[in-house]
């Protein structure tokens, strides 16, 4: 039998489809990530999925967001279900603008830039900044939608390390200096700051003024993508890297964790030039971000106790946190470690040497367990070793059966 991409296959592959010679290039780097490929067989109901990022949206008041949205479309219905601007619906902008003043952010709501999720803004961003062949600079491992926008508009990413306290600045300078020995000034550095996804850490508060001096010093852009920073599970926020430097850092937003994931609303705070860029490249994806959830996001915040609610996920996220490195500490083989993350979603794996995980996975879910294996997070196959966990989405019960299962999984690996 031959091996999926190896050269008879591809060439099956090119006879089936007519249209694959009219294709532009960057759809070369388009493809499917391994954590939406494992997505139809993780969700059958007899396999715990520790692999997907899905919010725990049972936490929400159905009841009175139902209330809620009858009552926007009966008395605001002609505009909520209207066109609107590219930049998104005003009263909204301004309550974003309170929102990120928790993280100390002081900023104005003609910068900011309502997407569909973050994920647009990402996309926005690589699109407004990178041709082909340009360099970017992401932690390693890093975020897999945002690796899939740099790919697709064909941006070389240049890992950067991490260890337990976030983005270590010296590796980050190097890569720096590195990138522009090559002729090739990175054109931003694309960091997760707080509880990252997939790696579970946060830069440390000292660290944050260091790597904003570098990349100041180096003239490279800072983009800070900050989904989880409310959702720190001793209440704790960090200042975001924005509020320390509101010239060279364009921030990303979401009410994906904090609200809702399948409204699809999420923001950029930019600066003004950038802001504006970014508006035209709105413009000509989608003419606007939908009004219609803008206004139900908006009718949220000052309608109820959204504070209340961001306490009640971090709560349910912390039991589910809790339930997970319990069960790793107390099922886990001899050499394997784990990030403990103090807020967000997702735990990190390393397992011994010898286990290959993305290998091991068919076997995981024959035993009824899914993860993310870790080389879908580098953009040069690192990972091999490593696991994403997520503990938001399965009660605290199933975790402690997923880990248990992939523990067995990982010791028949390991011939224990
Ligand atoms: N950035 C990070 C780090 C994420 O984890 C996610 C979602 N998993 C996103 C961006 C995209 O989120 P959304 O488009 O739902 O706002």
């Given at each position: 039998?031959?091996a999926?991409?190896?050269?008879?296959?591809?060439?099956g592959a090119?006879?089936?489809?007519?249209?694959?010679?009219?294709?532009a290039?960057?759809?070369a780097?388009?493809?499917a990530?391994?954590?939406?490929?494992?997505?139809?067989?993780?969700?059958?109901?007899e396999v715990?999925s520790l692999?997907?990022?899905?919010?725990?949206l049972?936490?929400?008041?159905?009841?009175?967001?139902?209330?809620e949205?009858?009552?926007?479309?009966?008395?605001?219905g002609?505009?909520?279900?209207?066109?609107?601007?590219?930049?998104g619906?005003?009263?909204?902008?301004e309550?974003?603008?309170?929102?990120?003043?928790?993280e100390?952010?002081s900023?104005?709501?003609?910068?900011?830039?309502?997407?569909v999720?973050?994920?647009?803004?990402l996309?926005?961003?690589?699109?407004?900044?990178c041709?082909?062949g340009?360099?970017?600079?992401a932690?390693?491992p890093?975020?897999?939608?945002?690796?899939?926008?740099?790919a697709a508009?064909?941006?070389?990413?240049?890992?950067v390390?991490?260890?337990?306290?976030?983005?270590?600045?010296?590796?980050?300078r190097?890569?720096?200096?590195?990138a522009?020995?090559?002729?090739?000034?990175?054109?931003?550095l694309?960091?997760?700051p707080?509880?990252?996804n997939?790696?579970?850490?946060?830069?440390?508060?000292e660290r944050?003024?260091?790597?904003?001096?570098i990349?100041?010093?180096?003239?490279?852009?800072?983009?800070?993508?900050?989904p989880?920073g409310?959702?720190?599970?001793d209440?704790q926020?960090?200042?975001?890297?924005?509020?320390?430097?509101?010239?060279?850092?364009?921030?990303?937003?979401?009410?994906s964790?904090?609200?809702a994931?399948?409204?699809?609303v999420g923001?950029?705070?930019?600066?003004?030039?950038?802001?504006e860029?970014?508006?035209?490249?709105?413009?000509s994806?989608?003419?606007c971000?939908p009004t219609?959830?803008?206004?139900?996001?908006?009718?949220?915040?000052?309608?109820?106790?959204?504070?209340?609610?961001?306490k009640?996920?971090?709560?349910?996220?912390?039991e589910?946190?809790?339930?997970?490195l319990?069960?790793?500490?107390?099922?886990?083989?001899?050499?394997?470690?784990?990030?403990?993350?103090t807020g967000?979603?997702?735990v990190?794996?390393?397992?011994p040497?010898?286990?290959?995980?993305?290998?091991?996975?068919?076997?995981?879910?024959?035993?009824?367990?899914?993860?993310?294996?870790?080389?879908?997070?580098?953009a040069?196959?690192?990972?091999?070793?490593?696991?994403?966990?997520?503990?938001?989405y399965p009660?605290?019960e199933?975790?402690?059966?997923?880990v248990?299962?992939?523990?067995?999984?990982?010791?028949d690996?390991?011939?224990?």
């Open positions: 039998m031959t999926p991409g190896s050269q008879p296959a591809r060439q090119r006879s089936l489809d007519p249209h694959l010679r009219r294709y290039r960057r759809t780097g388009m493809t990530s391994e954590i939406r490929a494992l997505f139809a067989v993780a969700s059958r109901p715990v692999a997907g990022g899905m919010p725990h049972a936490a929400l008041p159905l009841e009175s967001l139902s209330a949205v009858g009552q926007l479309i009966a008395s605001d002609l505009v909520a279900l209207q066109y609107g601007s590219a930049q619906v005003p009263e909204l902008r309550q974003i603008c309170e929102i990120m003043a928790l100390g952010i900023a104005h709501p003609d910068d900011v830039v309502v997407t999720g973050s994920q647009m803004a996309d926005m961003v690589t699109r407004i900044f041709d082909p340009d360099v970017v600079l932690e390693g890093s975020y897999v939608g945002a690796l899939g926008s740099f508009y064909q941006a070389n990413v240049v890992h390390t991490m260890d337990d306290a976030g983005l270590v600045p010296e590796a980050l190097e890569a720096i200096v590195t522009v020995e090559r002729g090739q000034r990175p054109k931003f694309y960091t997760i707080n509880f990252h997939p790696a579970g850490v946060t830069l440390a508060a944050r003024a260091e790597i904003l001096d990349c100041a010093e180096h003239e490279v852009l800072v983009i800070e993508d900050n989880y409310l959702l720190g599970f209440g926020t960090y200042p975001a890297l924005r509020s320390m430097d509101a010239d060279n850092v364009v921030y990303l937003g979401s009410f964790k904090t609200f994931s399948g409204l699809r923001w950029a705070l930019a600066p003004h030039a950038v802001r860029k970014l508006v035209l490249a709105a413009e994806a989608t003419l971000p219609f959830n803008q206004l139900v996001v908006s009718r949220y915040l000052s309608t109820h106790d959204w504070k209340g609610q961001i009640t996920y971090r709560e349910a996220y912390r589910r946190r809790d339930a997970m319990g069960a790793l500490e107390q099922h886990m083989p001899p050499g394997c470690t784990w990030t403990r993350p967000g979603f997702y990190w794996l390393t397992a040497e010898g286990v290959d995980t993305k290998a091991m996975l068919p076997r995981a879910i024959t035993q009824r367990v899914a993860y993310a294996s870790g080389t879908g997070f580098y040069d196959r690192l990972g091999s070793r490593q696991m994403r966990l997520s503990y938001c009660t605290p199933r975790i402690r059966e997923g248990r299962r992939l523990a067995n999984v990982l010791e690996e390991l011939e224990l």
